[in-house]
């Protein structure tokens, strides 16, 4: 076990609002983390890469730079996976998507209940935390090695969010089975669930990525059901073999 693991968890603030940051980063402390701040877009960038933190807490509206290009530098030029939580206030749909498709891995509306931003960044390092096996996942030409978090379609890397591996692992391991919705809900965040639109908006980007731009579908929604990832083609080549 780490010294890391003994903590609470170290979480890196970025909020420019000192009537948000200030309470918040005190009540964090008060039950147990530790906490460091940025009140810009480029500072928080410069300490989430050179840093090692449990938990990113990024505002959206930022000076220097906004929280979606902090996000999206971070993932797709850093390559870090770390926890991130966008806290915005902007509640749509579409802000949600574009928050989660820019690399968070939650959403926080404001105004918040400080308990509430404290039950998702507990599930974040929990969920972070658990041990990952080393396994290799292939279902048709997609292939996730589970060690390093890394996607492959037909041989092309695939930038999927930590989120979005994570949820693609549950599905793969399971293929061709269906997984209902409560379970990935439940195997992702834990007791502390997000709210309706956060699993349907990385479903949206899942798609987005690993299906899009290939000729058949591996994602699949089965209704009342819930989800699961399949090859179609090698289930009706099997089928029909079988026949």
């Known amino acids: 076990m780490s ?3 003994d903590q609470k968890g170290l979480i890196l603030l970025v909020e420019d609002n000192r009537q948000i ?6 009540f964090l402390e008060k039950i147990g983390y530790s906490v460091d701040y940025a009140a810009d877009g480029p500072s928080g960038l410069h300490l989430a890469v050179t840093g090692s933190y449990d938990v990113l807490v990024l505002d959206l509206s930022l000076p220097g730079m906004d929280g979606l290009e902090v996000c999206r530098k971070l993932r797709r030029e ?8 966008m806290l915005t206030g902007r509640g749509s749909l579409d802000d949600k ?8 891995d939650d959403y926080l509306v404001k105004p918040f209940q400080l308990s509430e931003l404290a039950a998702r960044v507990h599930a974040l390092i929990r969920r972070d935390r658990r041990q990952v096996s080393t396994e290799i996942l292939t279902v048709g030409d997609m292939v996730l090695d589970t060690a390093i978090l890394r996607l492959t379609r037909a041989g092309k890397v695939l930038n999927v969010s930590p989120i979005g591996l994570r949820l693609l692992a549950i599905l793969m391991r399971e293929s061709p089975r269906v997984v209902s919705r409560r379970d990935i809900e439940r195997e992702i965040w834990g007791d502390t669930l997000p709210d309706s639109d956060t699993l349907r908006s990385h479903l949206y980007n899942l798609r987005r990525i690993i299906d899009k731009p290939f000729a058949n579908q591996l994602l699949h929604t089965i209704h009342s059901a819930g989800y699961r990832v399949a090859d179609l083609d090698t289930e009706m080549s099997a089928a029909g073999d079988a026949a």
């Not at 850093?78 to 939580?85: D, E, G, Q, S, V």
């Not at 998507?97 to 968070?104: D, I, K, M, R, V």
């Open 21 to 26: 940051s200030e309470p918040l980063g005190e």
């Open 3 to 5: 010294m890391r693991d």
């Open 97 to 104: 998507l574009t928050g989660l498709e820019a690399g968070a």
């Open 78 to 85: 850093a390559n870090r996976a770390t926890p991130l939580l």
